[in-house]
């Protein structure tokens, strides 16, 4: 197809599939004249997944090009996939720190790990932001908010193998790697989507002035 097609068949405007082009996101399509260029349906594809990782799970261009380099490498795993998109979802991931607030979060943390028996190593992205959440709780006196924790943890415990259990359904290698990388960044957002719709729900139901 041509880049017309392939424009109209992605939703994605020609402007912007030269674009990705440049940047390494897009394959190049295979030329077959001065002026031609011919695309194939797996062009199509990936430009589904570009837009997904960009409009949806809100990464960069170049957070997604790093992505999407993992994507094409050979011979990676689900759990290698699954670290790259952790990152890429975790840009601004803190970097650890050494004062007393910060300790006491660390501990704090290592011990809902604990509670929890989950085995994750100390640079884990997730735990690294949950460290500067703890500490950011502490600093603004929002220690009850500290109790939803254990809740969330409980959520995510029953989310995390239903999740890596459908991935690993997928019937292709690379299924499956697509699959690690939309499950973590577009299921943060469906989270995140979720806790909005609910949360409006309860507070409909709970609050008089909102009714």
Do not use: C, F
């Not at 041509?2 to 394959?27: C, D, H």
């Not at 840009?91 to 300790?103: A, C, I, N």
């Not at 011990?111 to 884990?124: F, I, S």
């Not at 949950?130 to 603004?140: F, K």
């Amino acid at each position: 197809m041509r880049i017309g097609e392939l424009a109209r068949q992605s939703g994605v405007s020609v402007p912007t599939i030269k674009y990705y082009t440049r940047e390494g996101l897009l394959p190049t399509g295979e030329r077959t004249g001065p002026n031609q260029v011919q695309y194939a349906e797996s062009h199509v594809r990936r430009l589904k997944l570009i837009r997904a990782l960009i409009d949806v799970g809100g990464l960069s261009i170049a957070a997604a090009g790093e992505v999407l380099t993992e994507v094409d490498s050979p011979g990676r795993s689900v759990h290698s996939m699954l670290g790259t998109a952790q990152s890429a979802v975790s840009r601004s991931t803190p970097e650890p720190g050494d004062d007393e607030k910060w300790v006491s979060a660390e501990q704090e943390v290592e011990e809902l790990v604990g509670r929890h028996g989950w085995a994750v190593k100390p640079e884990n992205p997730g735990r690294q932001t949950l460290v500067q959440i703890v500490a950011t709780y502490r600093d603004l006196d929002q220690g009850e908010l500290l109790g939803l924790l254990d809740l969330y943890a409980d959520a995510a415990g029953t989310l995390a193998p239903a999740e890596l259990g459908v991935i690993a359904r997928a019937p292709s290698s690379d299924g499956k790697v697509e699959g690690t990388v939309l499950g973590t960044l577009l299921g943060d957002a469906a989270m995140a989507a979720l806790r909005r719709i609910a949360q409006e729900d309860v507070s409909r139901r709970t609050q008089p002035e909102a009714r």
